[in-house]
């Protein structure tokens, strides 16, 4: 059976998900993160991606991110891959690719999701450093970040919108809300209500959902 394409809406934040090949690390040291996130900064502006929030585990990048159109999240996470692995292999003396093959990315409906997906993406990685959780609490200033208009209506101020963040993102996902959104990146199905979904069917001609298992009902006689 073909594979589906890659469904990528220009403006809707999409949950993109790339895994080290076997998985391998694809982060060793703070060196390789912090390396990898002036790649992203500068990668995201150029390919035309908004990144809302990411989280660097040791051996897989999760992002929340709203491409400006349909090839520029490949464009970045093709930069990426090829400048990560580059410099990740010369770092550690070692050769070959660093990826497990093509990244998943998964549309999302923001009005619905986009918050909970910032806190599931952020709580990937326990360390603040390693992910975007310490620029929406007040830590840091992150250039990678592009903040969507969903986190800025969370107060008028500064402080108004890290303090609501913080009580939110202390909350955690719950497991039925991780696993919602592992799901949807494994399965590439787009991760919204009927509506959210209808809207997209006017975009793209891809299918946006699994069909149902079993044979198809006879047509009566």
């Not at 107060?155 to 909350?171: H, I, L, S, V």
Request: glycine share 8%; charged share 20%; hydrophobic share 40%.
């Amino acid at each position: 059976m073909a594979r589906l394409a890659r469904l990528c809406i220009p403006g809707q934040p999409h949950l993109v998900q790339q895994r080290g090949h076997n998985g391998q690390p694809v982060f060793i040291d703070e060196a390789d993160t912090q390396g990898f996130l002036r790649m992203l900064a500068d990668a995201a502006k150029a390919s035309g991606v908004a990144i809302h929030a990411y989280g660097l585990a040791a051996g897989e990048v999760h992002l929340l991110a709203t491409p400006a159109t349909a090839d520029s999240l490949s464009r970045l996470m093709q930069t990426l891959g090829r400048q990560h692995g580059l410099a990740f292999n010369r770092r550690h003396g070692r050769s070959g690719s660093l990826w497990d093959g093509r990244f998943r990315a998964v549309p999302i409906d923001g009005e619905r999701h986009l918050l909970a997906a910032m806190r599931y993406v952020e709580s990937a990685v326990p360390d603040l450093r390693a992910s975007s959780a310490a620029h929406h609490l007040g830590q840091a200033t992150d250039p990678a970040v592009s903040d969507h208009p969903l986190y800025w209506a969370l107060g008028n101020t500064p402080f108004d919108r890290e303090m609501k963040y913080r009580t939110w993102f202390e909350q955690g996902s719950s497991s039925v809300e991780a696993d919602r959104f592992r799901r949807a990146v494994a399965q590439g199905w787009p991760l919204g209500e009927a509506s959210f979904i209808d809207n997209l069917s006017q975009v793209t001609s891809r299918r946006l959902a699994a069909r149902p298992r079993g044979r198809p009902p006879k047509a009566p006689a």
